[in-house]
């Protein structure tokens, strides 16, 4: 099993809608929690990250985690067609190690 | 410059060609990370140094596998006899602090090995 699991999608939703990917984990050692975006043949960019159970919420992207579910969640509202990429969820141990999800494939049609 | 600079941007090598990938990473981090990302896969750790202390490098696939970061800057990854197995795109990491810090990601190296 891996540490972290997610679904690869793909998901395809039109402009406007909301967004909700997630991830599982199973190691309650984790202590941070990241969602990173990844256009095509780009590195990985962050776009959220927090270390506490709740949700945390920039513009349109809002990160929620439970600790105790070991369950992290991506959400973004009205969706737009740049917001189409790859988002994956990362957390990371005590030792600065950064265990990465197989990322979700959005795409957002106009 | 402004941004994690990896070089080359593409290698293809032929099997049991050795390569060497470069990290630049942003002037001053002190972590600097190396991952190995597969299509369609998320990045898996490789090895992590602070400064040019290598700290882990329990991602290491094989003994074929070397990284050094000698100045606590500029790191080099570097592949001996390369494997098809080995094609993947080779992602640098940097961050600012030793502890928990938002990590910048360069653009990658696409290695292929035919």
């Known amino acids: 099993q891996k540490e972290v699991e997610q679904d690869p999608g793909p998901l395809s939703v039109p402009e406007g809608a909301i967004v909700s990917l997630n991830c599982t984990y199973s190691n309650s050692a984790f202590q941070y929690f990241m969602w990173y975006r990844q256009y095509s043949r780009k590195g990985p960019e962050l776009l959220m990250y927090?270390?506490?159970?709740g949700n945390k919420e920039d513009g349109r992207f809002t990160a929620q985690v439970d600790k105790s579910s070991k369950y992290i969640s991506l959400f973004i509202r009205d969706s737009q067609p740049s917001d189409s990429a790859t988002y994956l969820c990362a957390l990371e141990d005590n030792f600065n190690k950064f265990y990465f999800g197989s990322g979700t494939k959005l795409n957002v049609k106009p | 410059g402004a941004g994690v600079s990896q070089s080359p941007r593409y290698k293809v090598a032929k099997r049991g060609q050795d390569v060497a990938l470069r990290c630049d990473p942003i002037s001053g981090h002190v972590s600097l990370f190396w991952y190995q990302q597969a299509l369609g896969q998320g990045p898996e750790f490789l090895t992590y140094f602070q400064n040019e202390a290598q700290l882990d490098k329990s991602g290491l696939p094989s003994d074929r596998f070397f990284a050094e970061r000698p100045e606590g800057s500029v790191s080099t990854l570097k592949i001996q006899r390369t494997q098809q197995e080995d094609s993947a795109v080779y992602l640098c990491a940097s961050s600012i602090l030793e502890d928990y810090s938002e990590a910048f990601f360069g653009q990658g190296t696409r290695l292929t090995v035919v």
């Open positions: 927090t270390y506490s159970s």
